[in-house]
């Protein structure tokens, strides 16, 4: 079942980058123009782009969602929903085959082993200690392919697509900068508060007042005073839910940048005990120990890196720029 997977997922994946360093988005897009996903019985479908995986839910029934609630936002909460589904599917597929590679080198790691056992270079007691190992890393690659489906099918119930039209790998994602942070802060109120909705939802409240004989007096003062006071509550709450996003994101740098410097220090050990291992001068259990470690990192480093996409994203959804940041309207353009 394994080899099954392996398979389809390597030639999904032969343009996903090796190094976990580079964290990635989805490219610009120049002309605005995005090809519309297609596929059939029988057809190969063309891996996505994150922006063509989003054009694609627009493209689709109108997102769902309370009825006072803008479109604006709306649609900034659903292409958020979906971005964070397709970072988190593309993790899962990486961290699968990082667990099916790790399985295969702990295999061939024992293979050499038995080799030596026979010529009483080895000890049978070592063949067993990472032969255990060998268990536990196919037991990872078990939870790794039910992580991926699980994932999948969130993934196909947002998209209606396959997960393996998901282009692997994503393009180079810049931090964001200070003055960018202040612009997102203020966009983010704007977004929250949303005076032009407010106000057509104020309209219809008093034509209706006005339509209602028990209400003769229409739209007062006392009435307008509460609208503003609402309206000023809600730019408030924005700002206290983008200082939460803000706060969410800097930890997933933090928590990025320190399970990356795991992965790299875990890394050099393993060459190192490969090296060691291949001379016969230290023992097979060190490095299959070695091997096991980098994995586990790699895997944590993944998750990280994903969440630290994802949170921000969620800054530039908060501030109503979802379509915008991957090139699907144009900035004079709005919902």
């Not at 109108?62 to 659903?78: K, Q």
């Not at 003055?179 to 104020?202: H, I, K, N, P, Y």
């Not at 190192?272 to 001068?281: D, G, Q, V």
Request: charged letters at 25%; proline letters at 6%; one cysteine or more.
């Amino acid at each position: 079942m394994t080899e099954r997977f392996a398979d389809t997922l390597q030639r999904d994946a032969k343009a996903s980058p090796d190094d976990p360093a580079t964290p990635a988005s989805a490219p610009p897009v120049p002309d605005g123009r995005i090809p519309a996903p297609r596929g059939g019985a029988g057809q190969a479908h063309q891996p996505l782009t994150l922006a063509a995986v989003l054009h694609h839910v627009l493209q689709m029934d109108s997102p769902a969602g309370p009825a006072d609630e803008p479109m604006l936002r709306r649609v900034n909460r659903v292409l958020d929903t979906v971005l964070e589904t397709c970072l988190q599917l593309d993790a899962a597929r990486q961290q699968l085959q990082s667990a099916i590679a790790t399985q295969r080198e702990l295999e061939v790691v024992l293979e050499m082993l038995a080799a030596r056992v026979e010529l009483g270079q080895a000890s049978p007691v070592e063949h067993r200690k990472v032969a255990a190992r060998l268990c536990s890393a196919r037991d990872m690659v078990t939870r790794c392919v039910s992580d991926w489906n699980r994932i999948g099918r969130r993934f196909t119930q947002l998209t209606r697509l396959l997960p393996v039209q998901l282009k692997a790998g994503f393009d180079a994602l810049e931090p964001v900068q200070l003055d960018e942070m202040d612009r997102l802060a203020q966009a983010s109120q704007s977004t929250g508060a949303d005076v032009q909705f407010s106000l057509s939802l104020r309209a219809q409240a008093w034509a209706a007042q006005r339509a209602d004989p028990a209400h003769p007096s229409g739209f007062g003062p006392v009435d307008f005073g509460a609208w503003l006071s609402g309206l000023e509550e809600a730019r408030a709450q924005a700002a206290t839910v983008f200082a939460g996003a803000r706060e969410a994101y800097f930890q997933a740098v933090l928590n990025f940048d320190r399970e990356h410097a795991r992965l790299v220090r875990a890394r050099s050990l393993r060459r190192t005990a490969e090296t060691w291992f291949r001379l016969n001068t230290r023992s097979a259990t060190e490095y299959a120990d070695a091997i096991v470690e980098e994995s586990r990192c790699n895997h944590a480093m993944l998750s990280c890196l994903a969440q630290r996409r994802s949170s921000q994203h969620h800054l530039y959804a908060l501030a109503g720029l979802l379509p915008q940041q991957f090139g699907l309207v144009e900035p004079a353009d709005g919902y």
